[in-house]
Nanobody, 124 residues
Framework: QLQLVESGGGLVQPGGSLRLSCAASKFTLDYYTIGWFRQAPGKEREGVSCINWRSDSTNYADSMKGRFTISRDNAKNTVYLQMNSLKPEDTAVYFC?????????????????WGQGTQVTVSS
C-alpha cells in the first residue's frame, strides 16, 4: 500500500518558519490528493491544508490562510507545506494523508493513507 513519510518538523520561535515535506514510498502520488492535518495533545485532529493532483485546487483552514502555503512536485513525488509567521498555537504533530477520489476536503475521514507525523513546536 501507499506509504507516506513526513519530515521537516522541529523547534522554532514565534514568528519563525518551517517547511514540511511529505514523501511517498512503494507507490507514486499520481492522481492522489494530499492533505495536511495536525493534532495537539488533548485535541482532535484538524485539517490544515490540501492540494489535488493537478495543483488546481487547494484549501486552507481559516487560521492558516496567509501564513501557510501548500505545494507539490510530482516529479519528486513530494508535497510541501511552507509555514510562516508561526504561533505557539501551531504546536502539534503534523500528518500528511492521501486520498484517491480527486477531492480536496479538510476532513480526516476522507483520507485513506497516513504518515506517522512530524512534531512542530513553536516556543520561546
Amino acid at each position: 500500500q501507499l506509504q507516506l513519510v513526513e519530515s521537516g518538523g522541529g523547534l522554532v520561535q514565534p514568528g519563525g518558519s518551517l517547511r514540511l515535506s511529505c514523501a511517498a514510498s512503494k507507490f507514486t502520488l499520481d492522481y492522489y490528493t494530499i492533505g495536511w492535518f495536525r493534532q495537539a495533545p488533548g485535541k482532535e485532529r484538524e485539517g490544515v491544508s490540501c492540494i489535488n493532483w493537478r495543483s488546481d485546487s487547494t484549501n486552507y483552514a481559516d487560521s492558516m490562510k496567509g501564513r501557510f502555503t501548500i505545494s507539490r512536485d510530482n516529479a519528486k513525488n513530494t508535497v510541501y507545506l511552507q509555514m510562516n509567521s508561526l504561533k505557539p498555537e501551531d504546536t502539534a504533530v503534523y500528518f500528511c494523508a492521501a486520498e484517491h477520489r480527486g477531492r480536496c476536503i479538510l476532513s480526516p475521514d476522507e483520507y485513506d493513507y497516513w504518515g506517522q507525523g512530524t512534531q512542530v513546536t513553536v516556543s520561546s
